[in-house]
Nanobody, 117 residues
Framework: QVQLVESGGGLVQAGDSLRLSCAAS????????MGWFRRAPGKEREFVSA????????TGTDSMKGRFTISRDNAKNTVYLQMNSLKPEDTAIYYC??????????WGQGTQVTVSS
């Protein structure tokens, strides 16, 4: 059974940093691409960043690039999202996902990030 458990969310002020973690189990983690997505209130889910099993990364919008960094520790079966210079518009529930055969097949329950101005 695949489980993805996010942690690290919280309430912060604009300009602060947070590091989200996602611990995975039930998958061969070091052979799986992992991703982060977010859903803000009243908006559709949005791609944030992804990291291939080999370490290559992609990041979503220009606003995220330079502020958000994805990384992984295959020894700990964990993927991270370092978020710096947070803005109120980054407020959302952040979800971790794992790839299977080219689709985001597995999802965590999400962790709330709230950025106050």
């Amino acid at each position: 059974q695949v489980q993805l458990v996010e942690s690290g969310g919280g309430l912060v002020q604009a300009g602060d940093s947070l590091r989200l973690s996602c611990a995975a189990s039930g998958i061969t983690f070091n052979r799986v691409a992992m991703g982060w997505f977010r859903r803000a209130p009243g908006k559709e889910r949005e791609f944030v960043s992804a990291i291939r099993w080999s370490g290559g990364t992609t990041t979503g919008t220009d606003s995220m690039k330079g502020r958000f960094t994805i990384s992984r520790d295959n020894a700990k079966n964990t993927v991270y999202l370092q978020m710096n210079s947070l803005k109120p518009e980054d407020t959302a529930i952040y979800y971790c996902a794992a790839d299977r055969a080219g689709t985001w097949a597995y999802w965590g329950q999400g962790t709330q990030v709230t950025v106050s101005s």
